[in-house]
């Protein structure tokens, strides 16, 4: 094995397998997912949702910290049959009693294969992803209509923060109604990517009917001192980097929302490499060869009608 002169980091030519993936997630979630950070946890009243795509939420209530979460012993949840482990915790400081009963949950899962999941909204994965679900609870609002969203921190590959980009489809198969696909993109090594569709749900079922919008304000600079100090961060990326923020807002004053069920979930696919790509479903396939091949198949009968009515036209013959 050859040497490296300076530390190396990086994948390099080699990709991680899904059991390296998902121990790196659990050895860093919640605190620091290979250069992605959930940090806080908003809750704000919905009639102060009117700026929150330009900018950090108006905050009407204290944000929970992460950083001071109780979390659950990994283990017992540890499935290797799925490649799957849960964190779930609850503030360690609780003085309203809004975790009682409730508890914020981090599903880490790594995949071995191409696929998607059996739940919304069912993004597609290949053998070097993981899958990171946010699940919300039990908890009790500190307001009557309150809605939640994430501050969710990244590594920046230079002095200006990336934009998040917007892929737009005509098939919605396998997220109903949503026709989007959010994601960011690391160019260097390691490069990565974090895929989302802009869409929470507030039933476990996900389904159109408990679809909530998920609004994602524009990346903004962040303070690498403010960040818990991840080691695999480190270890990935070194030690001198940009940090920059984004704010993640779920529902919206109306419709579906966390006050249904007490129920709050989203999910976003993290990996290396190039990120999957959409191909069209075989049901829009379908529809489509036959929007497009029923005017040609009316043409065509038309012209065989045309022709044997002609035919028959020519063969009379007259009795004079």
């Given at each position: 094995?050859?040497?490296?002169?300076e530390p190396?980091?990086g994948?390099g030519?080699y990709?991680?397998?899904?059991?390296?993936?998902l121990?790196?997630l659990?050895?860093a979630?919640?605190f620091?997912?290979?250069?992605?950070?959930?940090?806080?946890l908003?809750?704000?009243?919905?009639?102060?949702?009117?700026?929150a795509?330009?900018?950090?939420?108006?905050k009407?209530y204290?944000?929970?910290?992460l950083?001071?979460?109780?979390?659950?012993?990994?283990?017992?949840?540890?499935?290797p049959?799925t490649?799957?482990?849960?964190?779930?915790?609850?503030?360690?400081?609780?003085?309203?009693?809004?975790?009682?009963?409730?508890?914020l949950?981090?599903?880490?899962q790594?995949?071995?294969?191409?696929g998607?999941?059996?739940q919304?909204p069912?993004?597609?994965?290949t053998?070097?992803t993981?899958?990171?679900e946010v699940?919300?609870?039990g908890?009790t609002?500190r307001?009557?209509?309150?809605?939640f969203g994430l501050?969710?921190?990244t590594l920046s590959?230079?002095?200006?923060?990336?934009?998040?980009?917007?892929?737009?489809s005509i098939?919605?198969?396998?997220?109903?109604?949503?026709?989007?696909?959010d994601?960011?993109?690391?160019?260097?090594?390691?490069?990565?990517?974090?895929?989302?569709?802009?869409?929470a749900f507030s039933?476990?079922?996900g389904?159109r009917?408990?679809?909530?919008?998920c609004?994602?304000?524009?990346?903004?600079?962040?303070?690498?001192y403010?960040l818990p100090?991840s080691?695999i961060?480190?270890?990935?990326f070194?030690?001198?980097n940009?940090?920059?923020?984004?704010?993640?807002?779920?529902?919206?004053?109306?419709g579906?929302?966390?006050?249904?069920?007490?129920?709050?979930?989203?999910?976003m696919?993290?990996?290396?490499?190039s990120?999957?790509?959409d191909?069209l479903?075989p049901?829009v396939?379908?529809?489509?060869?036959?929007?497009?091949?029923?005017p040609g198949?009316?043409?065509?009968?038309?012209?065989?009608?045309v022709m044997?009515?002609?035919k028959?036209?020519s063969?009379y013959?007259?009795?004079?």
């Open positions: 094995m050859g040497s490296c002169e190396c980091r994948w030519h990709v991680p397998s899904p059991v390296l993936l121990s790196l659990l050895t979630a919640p620091g997912l290979l250069g992605e950070e959930t940090r806080q908003f809750e704000f009243d919905s009639t102060n949702t009117s700026d795509v330009t900018k950090p939420p108006r009407s204290p944000p929970y910290s950083a001071e979460f109780s979390w659950n012993n990994i283990t017992d949840s540890l499935d049959a490649l799957s482990a849960t964190f779930r915790g609850h503030p360690i400081h609780d003085p309203t009693g809004a975790f009682a009963n409730g508890s949950a981090l599903r880490v790594a995949f071995s294969k191409s998607r999941p059996a919304p069912r993004l597609l994965h053998a070097d993981c899958q990171l699940a919300l609870v908890a609002p307001g009557n209509r309150s809605l501050e969710v921190a590959q230079g002095p200006d923060c990336p934009s998040v980009q917007e892929q737009r098939d919605d198969e396998y997220a109903p109604a949503v026709f989007q696909l994601q960011l993109l690391w160019g260097s090594l390691p490069s990565g990517f974090v895929q989302w569709r802009p869409v039933q476990k079922q389904s009917d408990s679809a909530m919008p609004q994602a304000s524009p990346l903004y600079p962040t303070l690498a403010l100090q080691p961060v480190r270890a990935f070194g030690s001198q940009n940090f920059c923020a984004f704010n993640l807002t779920f529902g919206a004053s109306t579906p929302g966390y006050w249904d069920q007490h129920y709050l979930s989203w999910s696919l993290l990996g290396v490499g990120p999957p790509v191909a479903s049901l396939l379908g529809i489509m060869a036959v929007a497009l091949g029923a198949l009316m043409l065509l009968a038309g012209g065989l009608f044997l009515g002609h028959r036209h063969e013959q007259s009795i004079n």
